[in-house]
């Protein structure tokens, strides 16, 4: 019912910036708080940042405070994340997510997840 497609990951060198979108559709769909998270090469799933369903509360992990923005634009129907001053650990495959039941900075509570982009941050 809804369908989310992450893009713009790619190669950059350390302290190179990246912009990731999140594309939602569905016939159904309307706004809901959002997030994305990462995953590196054999770890875990981890929170990133999490954006309310009107863009007006943020919440970021304390490894990409100061340096990530997330933001999203509910015309387009698609949320952000500006990626600056990257570092060599923030290299993974970054996944957005929408609708949580409660929990917004815990993977198990989100209803539905788009396919992951891979961002390569090289030293």
């Known amino acids: 019912q809804v369908q989310l497609v992450e893009s713009g990951g790619g190669l950059v060198q350390t302290g190179g910036s990246l912009r990731l979108s999140c594309e939602a559709s569905?016939?159904?769909?309307?706004?809901?708080?959002m997030a994305w998270f990462r995953q590196a090469p054999g770890a875990e799933r981890e929170f990133v940042a999490t954006?309310?369903?009107?863009?007006?509360?943020?919440y970021y992990a304390d490894s990409v405070k100061g340096r990530f923005t997330i933001s999203r634009d509910n015309v387009k129907k698609t949320m952000y994340l500006q990626m600056n001053n990257l570092k060599p650990e923030d290299t993974a495959v970054y996944y957005c997510?929408?609708?949580?039941?409660?929990?917004?900075?815990?993977?198990?509570?989100?209803?539905?997840w788009g396919q992951g982009t891979q961002v390569t941050v090289s030293s």
């Open positions: 954006i309310s369903t009107n863009g007006a509360t943020t």
């Open positions: 997510a929408a609708d949580p039941k409660s929990l917004a900075t815990m993977l198990r509570e989100y209803t539905y």
């Open positions: 569905g016939r159904t769909f309307r706004p809901t708080r």
